[in-house]
């Protein structure tokens, strides 16, 4: 009964996958530049450049995310391709891991900065608000 629960879910996620249905944490392709939990955005490109996706959670594992904004790069898997990012919020700081799992080497976007990623270059793997 347990490996047809397991294969009945796995079923499922990969059917969710097709259907081209968003992770839990969907991503956008405008950052929030509002007060209060504005987007963690990932760009592309160096110098906020390029196409960019927007985030106001935590990802612990940015496999099956994209680059959503038009501009180089849109439709690139968001892992192991963002060049820099912009802390849109205004109260939480955020990193940028090179592991999933917010472990590893880190970049650290404090709230309402910016910049090009250093440590997590074309090698980030998840990302964190506290």
């Known amino acids: 009964m347990r490996i047809r629960t397991i294969a009945t879910t796995a079923a499922i996620a990969g059917a969710l996958t097709l259907a081209g249905v968003a992770p839990a944490s969907a991503s956008g392709a405008t950052c929030n530049e509002g007060w209060g939990n504005?987007?963690?955005?990932?760009?592309?490109?160096?110098?906020?450049?390029?196409?960019?996706?927007?985030f106001v959670s935590s990802v612990s594992n940015q496999v099956g995310y994209t680059f959503k904004s038009a501009g180089a790069g849109q439709g690139q898997a968001l892992k192991n391709n963002a060049a820099s990012v912009q802390n849109w919020d205004h109260s939480r700081d955020a990193a940028v891991y090179f592991n999933s799992g917010y472990s590893g080497n880190y970049d650290l976007a404090l709230a309402w900065t910016g910049g090009n990623l250093a440590a997590t270059y074309n090698n980030n793997a998840s990302h964190n608000f506290w």
């Open 38 to 54: 504005g987007d963690l955005c990932l760009h592309y490109n160096s110098n906020n450049a390029g196409s960019h996706t927007g």
